[in-house]
Structure formats: C-alpha cells, structure tokens
C-alpha cells in the first residue's frame, strides 16, 4: 500500500477544508447564486384561518401554543403590529391576494367575490407567467376569490383536497366554480339551510352521512370529531393536509408561485388526542366589559372556547414543525420566500365569539406574519404597524415586477420598504352594506402610531361611535381615550375624510 | 312473442295522460320549494351579486329542478309497473297524485328533522318503512273514496299550467348550465 507522504497530508488537508468551506459557503449562498444566475426564489404564502396573533406565544401570549413557530421565527422577519384588512374571510382574503383594501375590492359580504375590475390586477396576474403558479384552499370564500383568477393559474386545487371525506357539489363545474359552489353547495345542497333542491339535496344529506359514519369511525385520534369545514361537507385530519401540501410544494416546478390557504385553526376546534389536555395551567385572561354590539355570550364559556381554541393552535403548530422541518430537509427553505400569515383574527372577548362581529379589536385584526426569506439564518423583528394589503407590493417587488397604482399597500420593512411609525392602517367591517353602495352600515378602524380608532356607523337605531385607544399603553384596549386624548381631532378627521373620500367614488 | 312481452309491459305503465298530471304535480311542488327558498336568499345575494349573477343560480336551480322531478316520476312508474294493476295503475292520477303529495311532504319534514349533514335524525331514518307503508295505504284509500278522488284529479288538473312554466325553464336552465360549462 503506497505510503501517505506529508506533503500528500497538507494538500489533501487543505483540499478537504477548502470543500468543507466551499460547501458551507454554498448552502447559505444558494439564494445569491440563485439569483446571479437568474433563478428566481420560489414564494409560498401559507394562511392559516382565523389564527389571531393574540394567542401565540410567538407573540407574548400567556399560553406556550406556538414553540414551532418560534423555532422558525429565529429565521425569519416577524412583524409584531400586521393587521388584517377585515374581520373574515372575504375581506382579509381579497386584500392580501389584490393589495387593496375591502373600499376598492368590495369582498365586503359573507362569500363575495372580487370586483370584476381586480380580475387582472391581482397576485396572481401580476406575477405573471415567470412563476409556475398554484393555489389551494380549503375554504370556499377564498375560493370565491380565487376563481376570479383562475385564468391566471397553473395549478388549482379543489377545496377537497387531502380531506377526509368531502362532498362539495360545485367543484364538478370546473369552467362555472362560482355560479356551481353558490348553486348547489349554498342553495340546492346547501348544509347548514333546508336544501333548496327537496329530493336530491336530501339524497345527498344521507350519503355524506354514511361517508362521515365511515371516516369517524376510529374516534381515538380525534375526540371531539374530526376538524371540518364550517358549512361545506369537508372533514380532513390536519396530518394529510399538512403533507400533502408538503408534497404538493416539493414536486412543482421552479420557480413556483403557491397560495395555501389551510382551515386550521378555524373553528370548530378539534385537536387529536395528543393535544387535549394541555394548557390545564389555570391562567385566566383579562375580563373585558361586554361590548354593546357583542353577541352577549357569557366570559365563562368564551374561556371554555378558547382553551379549546388555544389547544387546536398547539396541534396546528406542531404540524407546521413538521412541514418546515422536511422543508428545511428538501432545502425548500433555502429557496424561497415563505410567508405566513391569517386572514383575520379570533376572539373570546367582550361577549364575542369567534369572529362573526362587527368588532375590530385587536383580537380580531391583528395576525401573525412571518417571512422567511431564502436561506435566512437569523431573526429580524419589525415593530411598527403593517397591513395585509401590504404582501402584494412586497412579493412583486422582490419578484422585479413593477407595483400597479392601484395598490394600496406599501413594501414592508426589511423587504424593501422602510418603516414608518405614522403611517395610517385600515380595516373594514361592512357584512351588512351592499357591495355596490357607499359605506354606510360598517365599523372602520384606524390605526396609526401609538393610536387606534374605531369608527361605527349605521349600526340600527344606535348613534355612530367612536373609540380611541393607547395601544403602547394599553395593548388590551381597556382604556376609551375618545372624550379625552388630545389626539382624538386629527384621528377622527382623517378617518372621516378617508371614509369620505371611498364613498365618493 | 315479443310483441305480447311489450304490449304486456306497456300495460303495467300508466298511459300518458295519466302520467302527465302527476308529474306536473311533482314538478309544481319541487320548483315551488325551490322559489320559496331561492327568494329567502335573495335579499342576502342582492348585496353582492349581479342580476345576471343570480340569474345564472336560478338556471342552475331549475335545471336541477327538472332533473328532480324526472327523477321522481320514473321511481313513481316503475313502481307502478311493479305493483298489481289495481293498486295503483287503475287509478294513477288520484293515487299518483296522492303518494306525490304526501311523499314529498314527508320528505319537508324529515329535512326539517335532517338540520345539517353532520346532523342525523336516526329516529325519523328508523320510520322510513313504517311511514312509507303509512303513505301507500292513504294513497290507495283515496283512490276508492270518490269525493277525495275526484279532489286529487281535480288539484293534479290545476296544476298542468304549471307544466308549461316550469318544464321550459327547467329546458332553459339546462341549455345555460350546459353552455357556461363547455368554455
């Protein structure tokens, strides 16, 4: 055997170090090298239904619900103020996937679509075709949405996907979703209504039945039922979902564009076995006054509500640690930009429960956002208010397509844009307003700096309201400072003029 | 041979100016619960829908409709070409009219039972027979009183104008049904 002489040592020494390096250098330096050569990063956005940011630990909630997420955070820009730009899906939806806000795209009403004047200005347009471009949801009021933009995609996946069982008539029209879901999963078959269609629509109620008999029969793994869509027959467990996207994401062709939009942690909360007795920790929240336009629902049963709320966003967190993990595996992470983000909050709060409330407190409007960018390694944090509206720039300028005018949203800091503490942030309620009308019936919210106003007009035979709040002070909005800030005046006249200003279009 | 097996089968079938009355009957019926519950939703689709938009839904619900109600009519035959002539063929538009009436009544109470699919009435899914062979007896009996026969011929008459409404719609809503879904 030939011998190793010492020079022969230091060369293949310094060789293998110089590997070593090289292949050091070259993980993190991927997304650079990508992007020197061309390739653009993939982008997922990933939302997950009604998870306000006031119940993850991420974000200084007293209950331990979201290690993983943490665990991604230490690689990602988190933003701590991100509002949504309403309280439910249609708005929150439509405004991260156009840029604009509920005043301009008009999902103001519950599984409203888009104006038609948005249909080629939205994410998924403008991207254009340099991405391989995918969308699945599991809720149909996204889907609403998304068929608008249909045109505009590579790849759509039905609302049934990955699920348990699912009967969801309308997705058979592949060429008519719109007309087909509103015809027969909201009238003919509908769920949660007498069936407009007598015969078939009650044929169709006993066939799900068996098919919801045979997917419930091992009721060990989910106690409380299997997680379902509220008003559509989908059930699925949070597992196959969770690696079926995962699946999905790693197969599509480079660069890809993926809109994701998960139930989870919509209610009806159903956390497996493994989750239900967690949180046995006694910790009470803060008891708020009932808010007159509350549903009056008693704080003992909205605690009730939320610990098993605060149960399913430990199961949904646990399953997102997985999807990341065998993404970080896939180096999935190493080559794109993934956001996660809500489309509106949740609330246990002020005699309301859940999110079907003209409210817009910060239980209901504040969200999660967390954006990793491609190789990320350390954690950046980003205080100052941002809105949903505010994705669709982002995503476009770090994709090099230019921001139409009719955007509404600015680049958020850290990805582009600078921050800036005194800019105004909106949401809207207006589930009662015609889509078609000024806004006359709704709650309007603005915040800015320190401060957050909120707006009610047209509420029945009640007077219009204001509220003002010192949220760096007062974070749970205990604290009316409407009669008695200084600040109230210039508040009250901007959110009177921007109003104004919508209405007058 | 075979024209005896024809004749022989064709006998079992109600004639067509039997079937039609009945069958106006049913069309009547589902196409008025449809429009009873389409306009309950109309307010909350006015909000946000166009006219055409929900134009396009009430296609869809009367081609649906049309589809129902054939369905319902072909059960309503083969069951009476499998049942002895006297039970029901001899006096198909009063039976007809009868079993129509009351099945479908049946069927409004058991969805009312039946609140959501992942709701399940057991107990009414348990009297299906007993309702069933209920419903085939009073249909029977109205048939040998008179003056409740002649009342059932009598409302299955009236509502042949119906037949001239709702059968075109439901053609028409087929034909757009078909139409948006071909691009």
């Not at chain 1, 306000?52 to 979201?66: D, E, K, Q």
């Not at chain 2, 083969?78 to 039976?95: H, N, Y």
């Not at chain 2, 409302?155 to 053609?171: K, M």
Request: neutral net charge.
């Amino acid at each position: 055997m030939k011998q190793i002489s010492r020079r022969d040592f230091i060369n293949l020494a310094l060789a293998y170090s110089g590997g070593m390096l090289l292949s050091g250098l070259k993980s993190r330096m991927r997304p650079i090298v990508a992007n020197i050569e061309g390739v653009r990063p993939n982008i997922i956005i990933l939302v997950l239904d009604a998870m306000t940011a006031r119940n993850l630990s991420l974000y200084g909630y007293g209950r331990r619900t979201t290690p993983n997420f943490e665990r991604f955070a230490d690689r990602a820009n988190v933003y701590h103020a991100h509002y949504s730009a309403g309280n439910f899906t249609s708005p929150g939806t439509a405004s991260i996937l156009t840029g604009t806000y509920p005043w301009t795209h008009r999902a103001i009403n519950m599984s409203s679509s888009v104006t038609p004047s948005l249909s080629d200005r939205n994410i998924f347009t403008l991207l254009g075709n340099k991405y391989y471009r995918l969308a699945y949801s599991q809720n149909i009021w996204t889907n609403f949405i998304i068929n608008s933009f249909a045109d505009s995609l590579e790849s759509y996946l039905m609302p049934g996907r990955f699920s348990a069982a699912e009967q969801v008539l309308g997705a058979a029209f592949v060429n008519d979703l719109n007309s087909a879901y509103r015809s027969y999963d909201d009238f003919l078959t509908a769920n949660s209504d007498a069936p407009g269609s007598l015969l078939f629509g009650t044929l169709e109620r006993l066939l799900f039945r068996r098919e919801l008999t045979i997917a419930q029969s091992d009721s060990r793994e989910y106690p409380n039922g299997l997680p379902r869509i509220s008003n559509y027959p989908i059930l699925f467990r949070l597992r196959d979902v969770f690696e079926g996207i995962r699946q999905t994401i790693e197969e599509l062709p480079r660069p890809f564009f993926a809109y994701l939009h998960l139930w989870a942690p919509h209610s009806p909360y159903r956390p497996t076995t493994e989750f239900m007795d967690l949180f046995k920790d006694g910790w009470k929240p803060l008891k708020k006054p009932q808010h007159p336009l509350g549903s009056g629902i008693p704080q003992s049963s909205l605690n009730k509500r939320r610990l098993d709320y605060d149960k399913y966003i430990a199961n949904v967190d646990a399953e997102f640690g997985r999807l990341i993990d065998a993404w970080d595996e896939s180096h999935i992470l190493d080559e794109s930009y993934v956001i996660v983000t809500s489309d509106h909050g949740e609330s246990f709060e002020r005699g309301v429960d859940t999110h079907i409330t003209p409210l817009l407190y910060e239980t209901l409007v504040h969200i999660p956002l967390i954006i990793s960018s491609p190789g990320q390694a350390s954690r950046q944090d980003i205080f100052t208010p941002t809105s949903s509206v505010d994705l669709l720039p982002t995503l476009l300028h770090l994709s090099g397509v230019a921001v139409p005018s009719l955007c509404e949203g600015q680049l958020l800091p850290n990805l582009g844009g600078m921050e800036n503490p005194q800019r105004s942030i909106f949401a809207v309620e207006a589930k009662t307003n015609s889509a078609f009308m000024p806004l006359t019936h709704a709650t309007i919210m603005l915040r800015k700096g320190i401060y957050k106003m909120i707006y009610y007009t047209g509420r029945g035979e009640r007077p219009d309201l204001f509220e003002l709040y010192d949220l760096e002070n007062d974070p749970e909005e205990m604290n009316d400072l409407y009669q008695s800030s200084p600040r109230t005046d210039s508040l009250k006249g901007e959110l009177l003029s921007q109003l104004a200003l919508v209405n007058s279009r | 041979l075979i024209r005896r097996i024809a004749i022989s089968i064709s006998e079992r079938f109600p004639p067509i100016n039997a079937l039609t009355p009945v069958y106006s009957t049913g069309l009547s019926f589902l196409n008025i619960w449809m429009l009873i519950h389409f306009f309950w939703k109309f307010p909350g689709w006015i909000k946000f829908l166009g006219v055409s938009e929900i134009a396009v839904v009430l296609a869809y619900s009367f081609a649906t409709t049309l589809l129902e109600s054939l369905a319902l009519i072909i059960g309503l035959v083969m069951i009476t070409a499998l049942l002895p002539k006297a039970w029901l063929r001899d006096m198909f538009v009063a039976r007809g009219t009868a079993l129509v009436l009351l099945g479908l009544g049946y069927v409004m109470y058991f969805v009312f039972r039946f609140q959501s699919k992942t709701d399940y009435p057991a107990d009414a899914v348990r009297l299906i027979p007993l309702v069933a062979a209920g419903i085939g007896g009073l249909a029977y009996s109205a048939g040998r009183i008179s003056v409740v026969r002649h009342a059932l011929e009598s409302l299955a008459d009236l509502f042949l104008v119906f037949l001239y409404i709702f059968f075109p719609l439901g053609i028409f809503g087929i034909l757009i049904v078909v139409l948006r879904n071909l691009w």
